[in-house]
């Protein structure tokens, strides 16, 4: 098994920070974890799930465009953590923000969301005007 549990996220003002944190636990996890890409993604009301940032198993990383700059991902050296740091924000970041693991590499900006295998249950980010 896989789990994955998300921490972190709150109300905070425009132009505001948040660090988000998935720990990530589980049999499966703990024999595979080293080929897992991990990744984080958010859920607008309304919209489909998108691809926010990911990091692949040699520390490679990829950021949507909307976030470019002001997000930061990382993840601890034992693998139990993967971070989402977050600056700047503003209104349009409001979502519920989903940790992933198990997924394909990111090319040319595109996160093939249907294709990670496993998922947590998301924390709510708000971001107030």
């Known amino acids: 098994d896989v789990n994955l549990v998300e921490s972190g996220g709150g109300s905070v003002q425009a132009g505001g920070s948040l660090i988000l944190s998935c720990a990530a636990s589980g049999e499966t996890y703990k024999e595979y974890y080293k080929s897992y890409l991990m990744a984080w993604f958010r859920q607008r009301e309304g919209e489909e799930r998108e691809g926010v940032a990911a990091i692949d198993i040699n520390g490679a990383i990829s950021y949507a465009d909307s976030v470019k700059g002001r997000f930061t991902i990382s993840k601890d050296t034992t693998g139990s953590f993967l971070f989402l740091q977050m600056n700047g924000l503003n209104p349009e970041d409001t979502g519920v923000y989903i940790c992933?693991?198990?997924?394909?590499?990111?090319?040319?900006?595109?996160?093939?969301?249907?294709?990670?295998?496993?998922w947590g249950q998301g924390t709510q980010v708000t971001v107030f005007s």
């Open positions: 992933a693991a198990d997924g394909p590499p990111v090319i040319n900006g595109v996160f093939r969301t249907r294709e990670f295998n496993f």
